[in-house]
């Protein structure tokens, strides 16, 4: 089934490095790399170490349809799978966030239709359709991580676990019928085989309906230098711009946008058929706004590289002279990001005693390629480190407002987006 719902990317895997454009087929190259990279959500234990799998994280921008993309790929099975380590619910906030996303799309998209259909793509532990569900509305996720996927349907959320392409869209269809909206949230940016994604959505999607999905947002990592957004999982890193040229190809078209400040900044795109329906006036905008910023221009991405060697610089040098100085430093959220963080920049367990993470099935593991542990938070709360390099500073103020008595004893933390920085 793989092999024909991704008969696209099957060219692209392996050692394979692409040098045409996903999207529209022109040359690519990287405009820099990384370096050798690990799966990012690949947590170990030690006896793994010597068969950990590495591939050469290297960024690319289409000077023709303005797609960032990575060259090289892990294959989806070597990311998505039965021991999937991130749960979308570990986040308090992000379930209200998920909550509010599922509020619009039902006053917006949903409401007063006689029998409402909902399918979102990659559902996760089913932190956005819950939403639907509890609300008694037909639902559907498709989400590939069997393990995640068990957690949604536990929680009573409709739920197959399958990779989608157009196969598996006109099989839904042919179940369910057509869907008034599809959903997907930091979901489209992992899928190589935009295209069949794609005709899978034109071939489920009602025709009036909508499909509604946001991402880290590529105005944002530049403008941030959130290198970190950068790992096998996000294959795309998408803008308005680099959206509505892929999608046109297939006769969608990008009706709204809605900057998000989840993940460190996302954007919402929501597209329906060509022609359907009205296009909002924040579309024209942002696509100024996108050109304004250079986000077209193969500069801007020399410039981001630059300021990826400074972020680089600045974070070894405090931490080298921390421990030089006998401090400290543990790290807090074992997030994917933080697995380029580590290995581009060279972080060790020398520098970074331990990691606090809250999900059971990264405690007791390695980080994947820095090999640093990973605690539950109980251990962070026993022995407050000197200081906390803060690898979820997306959740910087959730974090905050839990930790006001380490950072009130005293406890420092280190952040290193937007740039390297102690604090308070
Ligand atoms: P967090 C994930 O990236 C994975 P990650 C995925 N690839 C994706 O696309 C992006 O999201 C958008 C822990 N934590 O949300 C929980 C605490 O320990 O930044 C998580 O392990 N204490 C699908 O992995 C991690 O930090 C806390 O108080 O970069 C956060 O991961 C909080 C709030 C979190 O996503
Ligand atoms: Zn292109």
Not at 25 to 48: K, T, V, W, Y
Not at 109 to 125: C, H, K, Q, T, W
Not at 304 to 329: H, I, P, Q, W, Y
Request: with cysteine; charged share 20%.
């Amino acid at each position: 089934m793989y092999e024909r719902q991704y008969s696209v990317y099957v060219w692209h895997v392996g050692d394979f490095k692409l040098d045409s454009c996903r999207v529209c087929g022109a040359p690519i190259s990287p405009f820099m790399s990384f370096g050798q990279m690990p799966i990012a959500n690949g947590f170990l234990r030690p006896e793994e170490f010597a068969d950990e799998y590495f591939f050469e994280l290297a960024p690319a921008f289409c000077s023709s349809c303005h797609m960032f993309q990575i060259v090289e790929q892990p294959e989806p099975q070597a990311m998505f799978h039965e021991n999937y380590a991130f749960f979308s619910s570990t986040s308090k906030y992000m379930q209200d966030h998920f909550k509010a996303f599922a509020d619009d799309v039902s006053e917006r998209f949903i409401a007063g239709r006689p029998s409402p259909f909902v399918v979102e793509l990659g559902s996760n532990d089913g932190i956005m359709l819950r939403n639907f569900a509890a609300a008694g509305i037909h639902h559907l996720g498709v989400e590939p991580s069997a393990n995640v996927a068990e957690v949604a349907r536990s929680n009573g959320v409709e739920t197959i676990s399958v990779f989608f392409g157009a196969e598996t869209a006109a099989d839904i269809a042919d179940q369910h019928g057509k869907a008034n909206a599809i959903l997907a949230a930091n979901v489209m940016c992992h899928i190589p085989d935009i295209q069949g994604v794609a005709l899978g959505v034109r071939s489920l999607l009602a025709d009036d309906g909508v499909f509604v999905f946001e991402d880290p947002y590529l105005g944002d990592m530049i403008e941030k230098t959130s290198y970190d957004q950068i790992y096998d999982e996000h294959v795309f890193i998408f803008s308005a711009l680099s959206v509505a040229e892929a999608f046109r190809r297939h006769g969608l078209e990008l009706i709204d946008v809605a900057p998000q400040v989840t993940h460190g900044g996302s954007m919402r795109y929501t597209l329906a058929f060509e022609g359907a329906r009205p296009v909002s006036s924040a579309v024209e905008t942002i696509l100024a706004k996108e050109r304004a910023q250079g986000l077209d221009k193969p500069e801007t991405y020399d410039r981001f590289r630059m300021n990826c060697e400074t972020s680089r610089r600045d974070l070894m040098t405090l931490l080298n002279e921390l421990r030089e100085a006998g401090k400290r430093v543990v790290g807090y959220g074992a997030t994917s990001k933080s697995t380029t963080t580590m290995n581009y920049c060279g972080v060790t367990p020398d520098h970074v005693e331990f990691i606090s993470d809250t999900t059971p099935i990264k405690q007791g593991k390695c980080t994947p390629g820095a090999h640093i542990p990973v605690k539950p938070h109980a251990d962070f709360a026993a022995a407050p480190p000197d200081y906390t390099l803060l690898f979820a500073w997306n959740h910087q103020r959730e974090i905050m407002a839990n930790e006001t008595s380490y950072t009130d004893g005293g406890g420092k933390w280190i952040t290193y987006i937007p740039k390297v920085e102690i604090f308070p």
